[in-house]
């Protein structure tokens, strides 16, 4: 069931009612940046705060603790939860408990859409499901074809607890067959299997993900619908939407639509604070646009964190850039430097921290790119972005914001992570060289609950899964904190936000590096409608690297890449991009899938269903199931027979 955008007020009112009962909100937050911005502000009925997500099986280990919590009556979902059966996770009592879903993957679960009871109320505007979702399927025995509809609907209510027996007339009742077979396969069907949708290639509903609205954006529109809208709440909604549009998640087209809704409201919001503003003088006039906090509409350059890198290394780094250049290649870093010389740039001052830069150059810089960049086939430098400016100490891009925010909700714990990827190979390397090996290949050493090596066990298993296990705690506690570093550094003036911008460039560095490793060693391998790439640590991803491209994000970042320049490359190839990475503390690989082109509710990404089909067709084992469909985790053992049944 749907709650329009224009009624989303109500949704609130009924959320604060049944909160102000003396009982409490659950909120789930999903693993992005629109996610984080769309979270509600302290003074909201929230005693168990916010719980950050990473994919389906924790939420299903999350739905457990909710169903002991006998005090709760609401749960929001904040970018998690549309794509899976609500009611059959939660397992919602007919009334009492209510979840209400903010998500921006599509489509829906079909359980979610047809739920008429209003346990599952999904958050948006059903005109963006242009296809016609299709009605709940009610099965019928075969003695049941006779009967008309009436008596169907009135044998199902009299089914709900019945067996065999007659009525005052001597009818007899219809039994529970149906209940009885449903319950079954309930049985036969559970955890994630059960949550996610049963549906085959064929299903046009299905065929494919795109992307809603932002949930950030209708967290604002909520705000504006209760007067409680301001500037922190229209940044925290422009961020979400660069979100999608850095992550590819909708096209350009898409992007500007929103982006002059969101100009039209800043302009809105400072109307009334600037009317006064032709009785100034222009230095009072910019003293007033530069106050802490005020929103900026302008364009931006397609240069990846410049303000807080040097102009050269951020173009070189940059993926439209890198992609046009080809500057992993002899001739690309020439020129980028024939470019800048021929703007009349000097290279060492481009070189330097953006903040160092010469005023002069930075004034020039829009006038001298336009002139010169279409020789060099940069067209298209600069689009329309959001500024938030803080007086002349700090200015942030939202873009800049998105980057640094996804690279600390991933990557945080970096070094922690790599340091355990180095820790595990050399003990690999060990374990192969020195120990004796069972009958079955298996080490005889195990790993412990803390994580600490104990002495030969016979019983054991093997030391790659014992490892897993003992690393994937670690992981997970680190994600944790990640969550709440990532939630501080949307405050612009968080020291958070500097380590995240940080930790974009090491990654964005990292994508360049293992991207033209590839490129340049022609690793990807080209199927008939896609091409593929394996990328396993012991030799084709650098050892600083690997934890890197252990993300899901982060390996869609570096599969966009080279997405990017196979399009730029004289062939023009637009063919879809598949990557798999090896997670070596989990002995899996993740496996993400992309194109060239960003995924419309009329061009969907397919990979997502495709990833299934082919699991369910090989028997491989999916270890985990992420929100963004197109991604996948599977056994290390199960990975070749997985992409052989996608290339089929």
């Not at 009436?150 to 089914?159: H, K, M, N, T």
């Not at 559970?190 to 209708?218: E, K, M, Q, R, T």
């Not at 990807?524 to 690997?546: F, I």
């Not at 090989?618 to 985990?624: D, S």
Request: a negative charge; proline letters at 4%.
């Amino acid at each position: 069931m749907f709650i329009p955008p224009e009624k989303l007020d109500y949704a609130y009112n009924f959320i604060r009612e049944d909160a102000g009962q003396g009982t409490s909100v659950v909120i789930f937050v999903g693993p992005d940046a629109d996610a984080l911005c769309a979270l509600p502000h302290s003074d909201d009925p929230s005693p168990y705060g916010p719980n950050s997500l990473f994919d389906v099986e924790h939420l299903l280990n999350a739905a457990s603790a909710v169903r002991k919590m006998t005090d709760v009556r609401s749960i929001i979902m904040l970018n998690c939860g549309g794509s899976v059966d609500i009611l059959q996770v939660f397992q919602l009592p007919e009334e009492g408990l209510t979840c209400y879903v903010t998500d921006c993957h599509r489509p829906f679960h079909l359980a979610n859409i047809n739920d008429k009871s209003g346990r599952v109320l999904l958050i948006g505007d059903q005109d963006d499901v242009t296809l016609e979702v299709p009605e709940p399927v009610v099965e019928r025995d075969e003695d049941d074809f006779s009967s008309s509809d009436s008596e169907v609907d009135a044998s199902l209510s009299e089914d709900l607890g019945s067996d065999s027996s007659s009525d005052g007339n001597g009818k007899r009742k219809r039994t529970s067959r149906r209940q009885q077979r449903k319950e079954k396969r309930r049985k036969a069907k559970s955890g994630v299997d059960a949550a996610l949708p049963s549906h085959s290639l064929a299903d046009p509903y299905y065929a494919g993900d795109y992307c809603g609205p932002s949930s950030s954006g209708l967290m604002y529109l909520l705000a504006y619908q209760l007067s409680r809208n301001n500037e922190t709440l229209l940044w925290h909604a422009v961020v979400g939407l660069t979100n999608q549009w850095t992550h590819h998640r909708i096209d350009y087209k898409r992007y500007e639509k929103e982006y002059n809704k969101y100009r039209a409201e800043v302009d809105r919001l400072y109307d009334m604070a600037d009317d006064d503003d032709e009785f100034l003088d222009a230095a009072s006039s910019r003293r007033k646009k530069l106050r802490n906090g005020r929103i900026l509409c302008e364009l931006d350059y397609k240069f990846m964190l410049y303000r807080h890198w040097s102009l050269y290394d951020s173009m070189f780094h940059s993926r439209y850039v890198a992609a046009r250049l080809r500057v992993w290649t002899y001739r690309g870093p020439q020129k980028l430097q024939e470019l800048l010389a021929k703007m009349g740039l000097p290279l060492r001052s481009c070189k330097e921290s953006w903040a160092l830069m010469s005023s002069s150059i930075k004034q020039q810089l829009d006038e001298k790119l336009t002139h010169c960049g279409a020789t060099y086939e940069l067209p298209e430098l600069q689009f329309p972005s959001f500024v938030r400016n803080f007086g002349y100490k700090m200015e942030v891009c939202a873009e800049d914001v998105v980057y640094a925010v996804t690279a600390l909700l991933e990557l945080n714990n970096h070094d922690t992570l790599n340091d355990e990827l180095v820790r595990i190979a050399d003990r690999a390397a060990r374990d192969n060289a020195d120990e004796p090996a069972s009958a079955d290949g298996v080490s005889a050493t195990e790993t412990d609950s803390s994580g600490t090596t104990s002495g030969p066990d016979t019983g054991g298993s093997s030391s790659s899964s014992t490892l897993a296990i003992g690393g994937a705690s670690t992981i997970h506690a680190a994600m944790r904190n990640n969550f709440w570093t990532a939630y501080e550094a949307l405050d612009s003036r968080s020291q958070d936000l500097a380590r995240g911008f940080q930790l974009a460039m090491s990654l964005q560095k990292a994508i360049v590096r293992q991207g033209a490793a590839l490129l340049e060693k022609k690793a990807l391998r080209k199927e008939a409608h896609y091409r593929r790439c394996v990328l396993d640590h012991s030799h084709t991803v650098r050892q600083g690297d690997a934890s890197f491209f252990c993300q899901p994000l982060a390996l869609i970042r570096l599969a966009l890449f080279l997405a990017s320049t196979y399009q730029e490359s004289r062939l023009k190839s637009d063919l879809p991009v598949v990557l798999a990475a090896h997670h070596v503390v989990r002995d899996t690989f993740l496996v993400v899938g992309v194109s060239s082109e960003a995924a419309t509710i009329d061009e969907r990404n397919v990979f997502g269903m495709y990833f299934k089909a082919a699991a369910q067709k090989c028997g491989a084992v999916v270890q985990r199931h992420y929100f963004e469909s197109p991604v996948l985790e599977v056994k290390k053992d199960d990975l070749a027979n997985l992409l052989d049944c996608l290339t089929v």
